[in-house]
């Protein structure tokens, strides 16, 4: 392929940026998940003035998680809540998650992928012009497998256990070439387990303290995941540096579920039905296809292009059955529903070199978003002879379209800054069968500074400051007026949901200082803070429908946020030679946070991780044999994220090791031990008003044990 068909490839692809633009002004305004196109090359830290980190495949895989959550909740700065990633202890939004660039579908888990189909994670704790603005608490950019210096075949089988369940596993890497292209196949067929069991306490009683009521719930819920993954891939590269990249992710996964709970009333009434019992089962489809290209005009000139198209939908069938006793009714429900999330984005980059201190960047991005969903609800109440239906259904159309433009300016051998800004616009449209038509609009103006100085002669020691703004977009879970309910035991602390059209984004202003020292090879200390101020910042509002209890999300204000990270990592052989190859690992995080609309103390944005530490030993105990240790603990506490209700979740703490044996250049054996102290997790929920109520969680969890065989041809 000479330049010329180079060219084609961009005049078609291009012309799709023509989505439309949308005003600047907020009219009930929604921002949706915003589609951006990132950077892949991996960054050096110590030089780079945009302060990504990088994480390799390597690092990544060492542990051999079948999760990527589990596998990232030990990378500095991350922690990991159920299945939710955060950095700075805030998800719920606040932390952008993406996947080769682009925002993940609604629809879609992250626990779905494999790590094996993983290249590397780039973590951005700033704001980017580059990237979305929308990460008030940093992005996570998790980048696919593309292309590898080796090829032949790679197989790999493991088998995970635990006390009640074996879990196996199978890959496989294919990589192929000559001359200028490549190919390539990643494959990965896995299935997934889970028992939960909880015992929920809930107490009720006056505001003197005298008990009005109490009951235990036993739960039981069993979990099955069946998933294949295929992740193909195709290389070109011509001369000049000129290139065409493609890649797909296609994932098919079934879900079974099945459990239920009985109720042991102390004191009181009992709820509505003591007894329940749920099943479901779920199939979800996703695929995801880009092609990027890139062409040299001349020496200093570049430019790219890339187009995506992606498809994801969830299918489901949840049935429940309901027990009281007699005289009381029963209830039989059955839920039928479906999500379908369709994306075609493009964007592109013009990459100029002016001179020896300047690197400009002018570029777009755009998205064509649509969501649907459609919940077919039925409930029978035996031995009374009584029907309900429920249907419904709801389409969101996203229009987006960013530009943006930013210098890496390197001032002097020493001082070297990054300078940025970033336009983004929105517009949603949401309409169903059971709500009203709303319009969504919605733009952000993201300006972004950040500075690095080194500091020594020798630039062993560094500081960095950035100044960026950012924002977080309501989801439309979070939009649609719709209610989400549960099934039994309503109450202040088990409500049900309901979206909010009129919901705003939160903006923030956020400041990052760091330090940075090298210590030596493979040694170094990184010491940072940062700060946050965000408006329209989003609280939950505890109201009565009727009988009902339900929470809804609403703007209340501003919140201040503000932490500090220790990160450092030790070569212990300096030490000693018994030590060879062994390194310490250490990361710290405190985090703070007020929301000015809700009183103290414990006004905490919701479910912030206020505390959380990551420490681990890696040994090389021959040529041939490496093991090693981690640790992370997370410090939670009480949390009240409005007047009347308070929250809390327990201390987490997860110990894990590995042993990797490379019994030759083709074959390796690797062993995993997973969640070794198996604590048990507690959360709670407590409601006071006319009286006090409190309702409190307590789940077990198990040890699991993993071999893998890796065998290369």
Known sequence: MQRRQITALFVSVFPLSAVPAVQAQQTNSNVQQVEVQAKTQPADHKTDSAGKAVYTRQELLQFGDLNVSEALRRLPGITVSGTEIRLRGLGSGYTQILLNGEPVAPGFSIDSLSPELIEKIEILRSGSAEYSAQGIAGTINIVLRKQTAQKGLSLRASLQSAPRWHLPQAGLEWTTGSGAWQGGLNAVVKQTRNEIRLRITEQQATLQGKPLAERWFDEQDFFRTNTISLAPRLNWKGDNGNQVQTQHLIEYSENHMHGGNHETTLLGEHSSYPDTAFRSQASVRNWQSDI?????????????????????????????????????????????????????????????????????????????????????????????????????????????????????????DRLLTYLGLRWEGLQTDVSGNALPAVRN?????????????????????????????????????????????????????????????????????????????????????????????????????????????????????????????????????????????????????????????????????????????????????????????????QRNGKIRPSEKLDTYIGTSKVLDAYWNWKIDKQTQLKLFAGNLLHPHVVTGEGYHDAYLLYRQSEERTYRNFRLQWEQQF
Not at 356 to 363: D, F, I, M, P, Q
């Open 292 to 412: 990027q290209a890139s062409q040299r005009l001349d020496e200093n000139t570049r430019l790219e292009g890339k187009l995506l198209l992606r498809y994801n939908r969830r299918d489901s069938d949840y049935f429940f059955d309901g027990d009281a006793p007699v005289p009381q009714t029963s209830l039989r429900r059955e839920v039928l529903s479906y999500a379908l999330d369709k994306t075609l984005s493009t964007s592109g980059k013009y990459k100029r070199k002016a001179g020896e201190a300047h690197s400009l960047v002018l570029g777009w991005d755009g998205a064509m978003i649509q969501r649907a969903e459609q919940r077919l609800q039925l409930d029978q109440t035996p031995p009374v002879a009584g029907q309900s239906m429920l249907d419904e259904n709801y389409h969101a159309d996203i229009r987006r379209l960013a530009l943006f433009a930013q210098d890496e300016w390197d001032i002097s």
């Open 441 to 633: 609009r919605s733009s952000v103006f993201s300006p972004v500074s950040q500075w690095l100085w080194k500091v020594s002669e020798d630039k062993q020691d560094q500081l960095r400051l950035a100044i960026s703004r950012t924002y977080k977009a309501p989801s439309t879970r979070d939009l649609v007026p719709r209610r989400y309910t549960v099934n039994n035991a309503n109450s202040p602390a088990n409500a049900d949901f309901q979206g909010n059209p009129a919901l705003l984004p939160e903006l923030a202003w956020g400041l990052d200082l760091g330090w940075e020292k090298t210590l030596a090879k493979y040694s170094y200390l990184n010491l940072s803070g940062y700060l946050r101020r965000i408006d329209n910042v989003t609280t939950f509002q505890l109201f009565r429908f009727g009988d009902e209890w339900v929470s809804m999300p609403a703007n209340q204000g501003k919140a201040h946020v503000r932490g500090i990270e220790i990160d450092t990592r030790l070569s212990l052989e300096r030490w000693s030679t018994a030590l060879r190859g062994a390194q310490l690992k250490l990361n710290l995080n405190r985090n703070w946070s007020e929301v000015d609309s809700v009183p103290g103390p414990n006004n905490r944005l919701v479910r912030q991780t206020p505390l959380s530490l990551n420490a681990g030993m890696d040994f090389v105990l021959s040529d041939t044999m490496r093991a090693g240790w981690n640790l992370q603990f």
